[in-house]
């Protein structure tokens, strides 16, 4: 089983649409959670961190849930310009910091 | 754009063969992650050095060596290379302690043929 999995999509959603991603990991132990952006052929950048608290970002909200390992990424209000792969990431307990990548979940916001 | 510059940006190998990967860091930062991203995949950490020593290795073998340099920038080698090595491979850099963002570089897109 892989340590961090998601659910890859595609997700394809209007323009306006809300959507939710969804991640689940396996280890316990686990320390930070993010998720990340990447668009097409290019490298991967933060989009937020996630906290147990919750984290909200102008339409960007993510979610922690510790006791059942699971993380969540909600987009209101969809743009043309979402549309990208969103990386949930795991950094466990004594890795030295090694981001721990899910496999994406690809997003296609059409007009 | 992040201050992570990483060279070459394209790279055509045979089966076998050895590759040197570059790396220079973000201004400030210590700390260099390579991690290798297949077609499909999400990225996969292969090892981490911090002021010039390797501080955590993935799931790779020996093949897969790095070295990092007083101005902290770092190098990714490959030896006898495999078709399955073919992917992007990313550098990200970011300071020492806590969970402090890495930067990711735009990769080097390796083939092997």
């Known amino acids: 089983r892989k340590e961090v999995e998601q659910d890859p999509g595609p997700f394809n959603v209007p323009e306006g649409a809300t959507v939710a991603f969804n991640c689940t990991y396996s280890?316990?132990?686990?320390?930070?959670f993010f998720w990340y952006r990447q668009d097409c052929r290019k490298e991967p950048k933060l989009l937020m961190s996630?906290?147990?608290s919750g984290n909200e970002d102008g339409r960007f909200t993510a979610q922690l849930n510790r006791a059942s390992q699971y993380i969540s990424l909600l987009i209101r209000d969809s743009k043309l310009s979402d549309s990208a792969t969103y990386l949930c990431?795991?950094?466990?307990?004594?890795?030295?910091?090694?981001?721990?990548f899910g496999k994406g979940t690809s997003l296609l916001v059409t007009p | 754009e992040t201050g992570v510059t990483q060279s070459p940006t394209h790279l055509i190998k045979t089966r076998g063969q050895q590759v040197t990967l570059r790396c220079s860091s973000q201004s400030g930062h210590n700390t260099v992650s390579w991690y290798q991203q297949a077609l499909g995949q999400g990225p996969q950490f292969i090892f981490q050095?911090?002021?010039?020593?390797?501080?955590g290795r993935g799931n790779f073998p020996p093949r897969f060596s790095g070295l990092q340099f007083p101005n902290y920038s770092s190098e990714l080698n490959v030896n006898a290379l495999e078709l399955d090595d073919s992917a992007l491979y990313l550098c990200?850099?970011?300071?020492?302690?806590?969970?402090?963002?890495?930067?990711f570089g735009p990769g080097t897109r390796l083939t092997v043929l």
């Open positions: 050095y911090y002021r010039e020593e390797e501080n």
């Open positions: 996630v906290y147990s």
């Open positions: 990200a850099s970011s300071s020492a302690g806590g969970d402090d963002e890495q930067f």
């Open positions: 990431v795991v950094i466990p307990l004594l890795s030295g910091y090694a981001l721990n």
């Open positions: 280890n316990s132990a686990s320390q930070s």
